[in-house]
């Protein structure tokens, strides 16, 4: 991907959070460049530090020390080319899935009728459609997902950052969800960065696995997928892939 252009570029980057005289070292000297529509993935165990990670290529947090470039240029809080999708989805209760995927729009002064329009075709592409008068209550928690998905495709950006988004739902709601999204990333391409704890999904989505340790969160490695998509579970280098990660972490298959 060398030729690729460089959306984030992070560049040794330390964070520590101070508790009095007490610091705790999250992520530990990590380096990595995301380049232009490739879905990135950060897989380490739980609480080793990735969401912190994604925090600061967010700009919701700032490194202790190191340097991280959004298009080239010095990054250090949010920027509006740049969406989150959290594991919680944040919906509001007392709006219905088309108020709260157009929110972002909006709050952003775009007129009615276009963040309409292009709420629709977001609530279309996963699945939605339908339901757009449903509230969050009358819901599942596969579809709530599938509505935070499209309120942060809806507003625009150009790098979406997901923090384990299927880490509480059932398992076959997550298979469903993975398969979605990977419908959705093939249908309207944009770069993705994908924190997991769960190494079949990483190897089901990701161009890229960037492994990480526990914590302080330090990379370990960074496998390149080169498997044709959709993506078959029992397909030797997948099941192959999947093993040579197993055994280079603590993680479960």
Known sequence: MDDKK??????NINKVFYTGKEEFEAVKDVSLDVYDNEFLVLLGPGHCGKSVLLNIMDGLESPTKGTI??????????DPKIGMVFQKTGLMPWKTVMQNTELGLKFAGV?????????????ELVGLKGFEN?????LSGGMKQRVGIARAYTSGPQILLMD??????DAQTRYSMEEEINKLWELDKRTVVFVTNNIEEAVYLGDR?????GCPATVKKIYEVN???????VDPYFMELRQEIAANTDLAL
Not at 69 to 78: A, F, K, V
């Open 164 to 169: 384990e988004p299927f880490g509480a739902l």
């Open 69 to 78: 470039l959004l298009d080239g240029n010095e990054h250090s809080r949010p």
């Open 134 to 138: 449903h509230y969050p209550s009358q």
């Open 209 to 213: 696995i960037m492994l990480l340790s």
């Open 227 to 233: 498997l044709p998509r959709p993506r078959d579970f």
């Open 6 to 11: 460089i959306r984030l570029s992070l560049r």
């Open 111 to 123: 007129k009615k009728a276009e963040r309409r329009k292009r709420a629709q075709k977001y609530i």
